[in-house]
């Protein structure tokens, strides 16, 4: 609060408390004092909160990640005579366009339909941006006031009326960083994880982007003037899935303003299409609160690893841990110190933030106070779903054997039960291999063979009752085989999940 | 230096790598293996100094040989320096400097190619020996 003795250059201040407006004077006088999150951290540990706050009126944060959720929309004017579009592509990449005639949302992940993963809407993006032309292409079905029925032509970002970046969410305050248990490597969009927890994975750039610094959205808030790929752009609300302390932003900017420096179309291998997309926000350092905020260090700020060897919502954590381990390029898991990968460069993070920091400190650039807050508190439910069926709904009853039990034995009951597959247990149900009625004739055949555990499979792709049929159904076709032993937890066999029964599942829906 | 021995359907048969470390004395790293009943492929890492009589003696068993100088290449326009590459690799070609940026020691590559399918700005490339 400020009290006036006399006149306003004779103010005297009851506390240090600064405002939007007397910063932005500041600016423009060119006498505000900015400096990045990254020596923010510093200034108030030498000078303390209190002594930084009167010292700092302006913190940049930064960020540069792939942000799925990003996307353009665009008018391209009318067309002579007019259509209305009611599929629309450019590059042979679909567009959005459920709206009005020529207007249409080009989302950065769709894919190319001749390329496929190679090519998608953040390649359009990003070659419009560079400034060149792209090949728009759309269909509709003619009505009386557009009545054209198809175009086909050349845009670049001159010929259009609107190209407005708009995203749903970027600048995730901290995500789940990633790892992966299973015996394959998987490709995510986390990048690409080895087996056997072979290294982890992790987004964000933890305490100099620009959520952590503001963590109860004091300052950052709807109509935020933020710096969007080079262009300056605003917060228009809480990004979908805002969750604090996984907070999210919805933001826009217009396209034109853009550079390709700090936006860049990317290819996830096996997963697809994404966008680096940077965003730096200024942070005003109205008191000793928000010095203290933004002095947030990597250390403060925690996130969990998680398990993407099991393909399920709730994969499980393998462990906790905070930005400043996951930065130190080897984390501990189950006592083996395990390489990290970021996946969003800190070095452009810090650029965007300098820039910032330069554009503010020419008086190129004000802050802005919000308009409206975003939620301190919201809840990322799942997805109403109609129903799981889990595999033990579907199961059908295993029919167990010994290890000594005898070829012949085998090829009885396989007849007698009409059954293809015989785990084979010990005494006390533990899974210990598999054999098929085609195992059996083969050995049948062959002669020679006495008991079942000289012919049975010994690495036996199994599933758990709990997990989905459609797990069951995928480990099915990537193995090439036909049915899957259940087993619980000290890996007793609880019943057989065969191709069969997924097909009677499908013929009851 | 690295080293790409290609065996043809007679030397694959022979124990060329035992003989030239017992009668060279000199150590020889396996970093690459394909070897088939009718031909075989090397990649090895041997002592640089004694590079051209090693190469010399394997020539003689009637193994081809080529120096191995193109490792992986880094796109500087292309990287932004994430980092995915950098867990990936199997012998840490891949590191951050002092700045941040993702610094390519390429001399340690072993030319297994991971980190190509991995980079998600299709800035890495192995060029053909």
Known sequence: MFIYGGDEANCVKSENVKTVEEINRKIKEGSAVVVTAEEMKNIVEELGAEGAAKEVDVVTTGTFGAMCSSGVFFNF???DPPI????????????????????????????????????????????????????????????????????ITE????????????????????????????????????????????????AGTGEISPLNNDPEYRTIGIGTKIFLCGAEGYVIGAGTQHSPPFGTLMVKGDLREMNTEYMRASV?????????????????????????????????????????????????VVRKVNYEELKSGRVEINGEEV???????????????????????????????PVSRIPVKSEFKPMRQREIVVVKNVMSDAIRILPDTSIIEASKIIIEKGVNHLPVTDREGVLIGIVT???????????????????????????????????????????????????????????LISSEDLSRLIAKR | MMLQLKFDSKTVKEP?????????????????????AREGELVVDVDDERADEIIQFIQSKGVSVTKIYKNIVKDEDRCVHCGACISICPVEVFSFNGEYRVVAESEKCIHCGVCVGVCPLQALDLPKI
């Not at chain 1, 970002?157 to 248990?181: F, G, H």
């Not at chain 1, 928000?290 to 690893?305: L, Q, W």
């Open chain 1, 77 to 79: 004017g009318h067309s």
């Open chain 1, 84 to 151: 209305k579009m009611q599929k629309i592509w450019l590059n042979d990449v679909e567009a959005y366009t459920g709206i009005a005639a020529v207007d249409a949302y080009l989302g950065v992940t769709q894919i190319s339909e001749t390329l496929g993963i190679e090519y998608g809407g953040a390649h359009v993006i990003e070659e419009l941006v560079r400034g060149k032309e792209v090949e728009l292409k759309a269909k509709s079905y003619g009505t009386d006031c557009y009545p054209r029925k198809e175009i």
């Open chain 1, 155 to 202: 845009i670049s970002l001159e010929d259009v009326n609107q190209a407005e970046m708009i995203n749903p969410r970027n600048a995730y305050q901290r995500y789940k960083a990633a790892t992966n248990s299973s015996n394959r490597i998987l490709k995510t969009y986390m990048g690409t994880l080895l087996p056997n927890y072979g290294n982890v994975t992790f």
């Open chain 1, 268 to 316: 996830f291998p096996g997963y697809g299409v994404s966008m680096f997309i940077g965003i730096g926000i200024p942070i005003p350092i109205l008191d000793a609160e928000m010095a203290r905020f933004t002095a947030v260090k990597d250390r403060e700020i925690e996130t969990e690893i998680l398990d993407y060897g099991i393909p399920r919502r709730g994969r499980p």
């Open chain 1, 339 to 369: 390489r990290v990968s970021p996946l969003s460069s800190y070095s452009i993070a810090r650029k965007i933030m300098i820039e910032l920091k330069d554009r503010i400190r020419k008086g190129e650039f004000f802050i802005t106070q």
């Open chain 1, 437 to 495: 009625s085609w195992d059996v004739a083969k050995a049948v055949a062959k002669g020679g063979v006495e008991r079942v555990d000289e012919i049975m499979t010994k690495r036996v792709i199994t599933v758990s009752p709990e997990d989905p049929v459609e797990l069951a159904a995928s480990r099915l076709e990537r193995h090439n085989i036909s049915a899957l032993p259940v087993i619980d937890s000290k890996k007793r066999v609880l019943g």
């Open chain 2, 16 to 36: 060329v790598i035992s003989q030239t470390a017992l009668v060279k004395k000199t150590l020889i790293n396996i970093i690459r293996a394909s070897v088939g």
